[in-house]
């Protein structure tokens, strides 16, 4: 059986590629064959460093971070599950890849070569993507946390980041976003279920993928009552399994 990194790599060129690797973390192939991961984590540290069996991995790793040299990867912000400080050694030893991480990040990442430190506004460019950082709400453990418009071959993913709600954001977003990526677990200062639905429906993307629930037990997170919020309301979604490959 193709391993995923080979899938990845094997992933036709000409079209835009978004797969999804469980909790937060999404990796994203260009039309040329660039790759952007976000949010990937690909260890066992958040177990490691908090100590308890409420953040035992309960997916499963589906690469390991030396098995694909990515152009970019974005860390919205510090927790392991965004930054997994494990994995970022294997992630950044080579001469090509470019961290884009939130500045609460600085500590976690010293002696690193090839890092922006980036804030709601700030803009930058890499290879084929165009990334826009946004505002993200992730209360007082995180208040520099980020949330990121990747524009890509022209289509636009919204990570929308570990964020509370604020409907009132969705006027400050462009009106043509393909895929928002949200989260839907409702702890640590994030969107529970309805709430995302109800951001979904204020920033009317062409696609909502909730993420942020299935990896700990601690975290939280309802598929199946986002599931019906999202048919009453009408509204189109995709849940993507892990390693699914989704043609944007």
């Known amino acids: 059986m193709m391993s995923f990194a080979d899938r990845v790599l094997a992933a036709r060129l000409g079209q835009t590629h978004l797969f999804c690797i469980g909790q937060a973390g999404f990796v994203v192939k260009s039309a040329n064959g660039q790759l952007l991961g976000i949010d990937m984590y690909l260890?066992?540290?958040?177990?490691?460093?908090?100590?308890?069996?409420?953040?035992?991995?309960?997916?499963?790793?589906?690469?390991?971070?030396?098995?694909?040299?990515?152009?970019?990867?974005?860390?919205?912000?510090?927790?392991?599950?965004?930054?997994?400080?494990?994995?970022?050694?294997?992630?950044?030893?080579?001469?090509?890849?470019?961290?884009?991480?939130?500045?609460?990040?600085?500590?976690?990442?010293?002696?690193?070569?090839?890092?922006?430190y980036v804030a709601p506004g700030d803009h930058a460019a890499c290879g084929d993507y165009k990334l826009d950082f946004v505002k993200c709400d992730h209360g007082t453990g995180a208040p520099q946390a980020v949330g990121v418009i990747i524009t890509v071959d022209g289509k636009k993913i919204y990570e929308a980041g570990d964020t509370c709600l604020h409907t009132e954001w969705a006027d400050e977003l462009p009106k043509d976003i393909d895929v928002m990526i949200a989260p839907i677990n409702g702890a640590y200062g994030n969107m529970n279920e309805m709430e995302c639905a109800a951001y979904a429906q204020a920033v009317q993307p062409k696609l909502t993928v909730p993420c942020h629930y299935g990896m700990f037990?601690?975290?939280?997170?309802?598929?199946?009552?986002?599931?019906?919020?999202?048919?009453?309301?009408?509204?189109?979604?995709?849940?993507?399994?892990?390693g699914e490959d989704v043609l944007l």
Request: proline fraction near 5%; hydrophobic fraction near 40%; include cysteine.
């Open 43 to 116: 260890s066992e540290c958040v177990e490691r460093v908090e100590g308890h069996v409420g953040y035992k991995r309960l997916l499963p790793k589906l690469f390991e971070p030396d098995e694909l040299v990515f152009d970019c990867v974005i860390a919205t912000h510090f927790h392991r599950d965004h930054l997994d400080i494990d994995a970022l050694p294997g992630l950044m030893d080579n001469n090509k890849t470019i961290l884009f991480a939130a500045k609460d990040c600085v500590d976690d990442t010293r002696g690193y070569a090839r890092i922006q």
């Open 217 to 242: 037990a601690a975290h939280g997170g309802n598929p199946g009552k986002f599931y019906e919020i999202m048919v009453e309301k009408k509204l189109p979604f995709l849940f993507m399994t892990q």
